[in-house]
């Protein structure tokens, strides 16, 4: 079996010098990168002149960021409320709000939207690389630039989980590199990026927890629980004026998440019924998979992706289960990413049973010559005459 080179881990530092040295080392993933910033951007500005883009939602995030500018509530008219994060938690808008004090158009949410959804090709790279060599870390990342997850995302105006892709891999980078200090950080702005993600953070603390590091893994699935609470719960209904979270679209499965958790308990079909119930679900999930052939089911990287499907293939909101829209932002790094780890699992698994096979082989091939009598095939290989009569030296010889 052909042994993939491991080079040495490069890790992701934001420092002048650092960044600059990483250009100079891989000016192939910054062109790669580059380019995918202006054709992402490109096609939604082109979108939004010729009248394709609409209210609902560009509408509503420029309205909002246009408030943070002038340093008041993220209102929309056209969503109908006077704070957007009553509507969703997603407080790492205000960060694009400087940029309006350059350019106060809805374009720029666009073009932050290309570039943000770009740069998560450098953490794909950074992660495939010590397992595909640097070849095949080029040609993920090169696929990665291409999956229409991201197209279908950048081509429908502009959303908060345009900062999803880039965070939800820099998470995945930094666990896998252990360095845990940017892990909790980039764990910290993704939670602020919108409240449902704190689930997908409980399935990360899984995921660490697996690979050996129990006690983050545990902080980790606490922190996710404490903040989808608190989203929910009270940071959303303070700023709706007390009026209750809205998208809880699983009643299916029960009024809310504890009492779902406990029906799914008490009737696991419940939970398979609602999967499959559908053929939509099963061709948008074969999508997902298919441009990476599935390697990501060879990977533990799979539990982070569990919540971030269940999410949508639970729902009742028909757009959920569909191909089209934003929500595989997501999901997006997670499949390349899980693709580049599971196929060397898939290589060892491959080589293993191709040695068993051999030695079960070789076994059952002793075991009929010894039967037949040695007539099948020969058990020891005859000595030359000379070893079977050795000649007798004397003393001197």
Same mark, same amino acid.
């Not at 790492?92 to 949410?109: E, F, G, M, Q």
């Given at each position: 079996?052909?042994?993939?080179?491991?080079?040495?881990?490069?890790?992701?530092?934001?420092?002048?010098?650092?960044?600059?040295?990483?250009?100079?080392?891989?000016?192939?993933?910054?062109?790669?990168?580059?380019?995918?910033?202006?054709?992402?951007?490109?096609?939604?500005?082109?979108?939004?002149?010729?009248?394709?883009?609409?209210?609902?939602?560009?509408?509503?995030? *420029?309205?909002?960021?246009?408030?943070?500018?002038?340093?008041?509530?993220?209102?929309?008219?056209?969503?109908?409320?006077?704070?957007?994060?009553?509507?969703?938690?997603?407080?790492?808008?205000?960060?694009?709000?400087?940029?309006?004090?350059?350019?106060?158009?809805?374009?720029?949410?666009?073009?932050?939207?290309?570039?943000?959804?770009?740069?998560?090709?450098?953490?794909?790279?950074?992660?495939?690389?010590?397992?595909?060599?640097?070849?095949?870390?080029?040609?993920?990342?090169?696929?990665?630039?291409?999956?229409?997850?991201?197209?279908?995302?950048?081509?429908?105006?502009?959303?908060?989980?345009?900062?999803?892709?880039?965070?939800?891999?820099?998470?995945?980078?930094?666990?896998?590199?252990?360095?845990?200090?940017?892990?909790?950080?980039?764990?910290?702005?993704?939670?602020?990026?919108?409240?449902?993600?704190?689930?997908?953070?409980?399935?990360?603390?899984?995921?660490?927890?697996?690979?050996?590091?129990?006690?983050?893994?545990?902080?980790?699935?606490?922190?996710?629980?404490?903040?989808?609470?608190?989203?929910?719960?009270?940071?959303?209904?303070?700023?709706?004026?007390?009026?209750?979270?809205?998208?809880?679209?699983?009643?299916?499965?029960?009024?809310?998440?504890?009492?779902?958790?406990?029906?799914?308990?008490?009737?696991?079909?419940?939970?398979?019924?609602?999967?499959?119930?559908?053929?939509?679900?099963?061709?948008?999930?074969?999508?997902?998979?298919?441009?990476?052939?599935?390697?990501?089911?060879?990977?533990?990287?799979?539990?982070?992706?569990?919540?971030?499907?269940?999410?949508?293939?639970?729902?009742?909101?028909?757009?959920?289960?569909?191909?089209?829209?934003?929500?595989?932002?997501?999901?997006?790094?997670?499949?390349?990413?899980?693709?580049? *780890?599971?196929?060397?699992?898939?290589?060892?698994?491959?080589?293993?049973?191709?040695?068993?096979?051999?030695?079960?082989?070789?076994?059952?091939?002793?075991?009929?010559?010894?039967?037949?009598?040695?007539?099948?095939?020969?058990?020891?290989?005859?000595?030359?005459?000379?070893?079977?009569?050795?000649?007798?030296?004397?003393?001197?010889?």
């Amino acid at each position: 079996m052909t042994v993939i080179a491991q080079p040495r881990r490069v890790g992701l530092h934001l420092s002048p010098s650092r960044v600059g040295v990483f250009v100079r080392e891989q000016p192939l993933l910054v062109l790669l990168t580059l380019l995918a910033a202006v054709a992402y951007s490109t096609y939604s500005i082109l979108r939004h002149v010729h009248y394709a883009s609409a209210g609902n939602d560009l509408g509503i995030f *420029d309205q909002a960021i246009w408030h943070y500018s002038r340093f008041e509530a993220p209102a929309s008219s056209v969503r109908g409320v006077s704070n957007l994060l009553g509507d969703h938690f997603h407080p790492i808008l205000v960060v694009l709000a400087p940029l309006y004090w350059l350019w106060s158009d809805p374009r720029t949410l666009l073009i932050a939207q290309g570039i943000l959804v770009a740069a998560s090709i450098v953490p794909v790279f950074l992660f495939a690389r010590p397992r595909l060599g640097t070849r095949g870390a080029h040609l993920l990342a090169g696929a990665y630039a291409l999956y229409w997850a991201l197209h279908a995302g950048v081509a429908f105006d502009f959303h908060e989980v345009a900062f999803a892709p880039l965070l939800v891999a820099l998470v995945l980078l930094f666990v896998d590199q252990r360095r845990w200090t940017a892990y909790w950080v980039a764990s910290g702005l993704l939670l602020l990026v919108k409240e449902d993600l704190s689930l997908f953070m409980v399935f990360v603390g899984l995921y660490v927890a697996l690979l050996g590091h129990r006690r983050r893994g545990a902080i980790t699935v606490l922190v996710g629980v404490a903040y989808f609470v608190l989203a929910t719960k009270v940071f959303i209904p303070a700023f709706a004026g007390g009026a209750p979270y809205q998208y809880w679209s699983y009643r299916q499965l029960g009024p809310d998440l504890p009492h779902a958790l406990l029906n799914v308990a008490r009737s696991p079909t419940l939970l398979l019924n609602t999967l499959f119930d559908h053929p939509e679900k099963m061709r948008t999930v074969a999508l997902l998979l298919a441009p990476f052939l599935g390697l990501i089911v060879y990977s533990r990287l799979a539990i982070a992706a569990v919540p971030l499907l269940a999410e949508r293939m639970l729902s009742s909101i028909p757009a959920l289960w569909q191909a089209d829209f934003h929500y595989s932002l997501a999901i997006a790094p997670i499949i390349a990413m899980g693709a580049a *780890d599971g196929l060397p699992n898939l290589l060892r698994i491959l080589g293993t049973t191709g040695v068993r096979r051999a030695r079960g082989d070789r076994s059952r091939g002793r075991a009929t010559a010894q039967r037949g009598g040695g007539c099948a095939i020969p058990t020891h290989i005859p000595r030359p005459p000379e070893l079977l009569h050795p000649i007798r030296r004397g003393p001197g010889n």
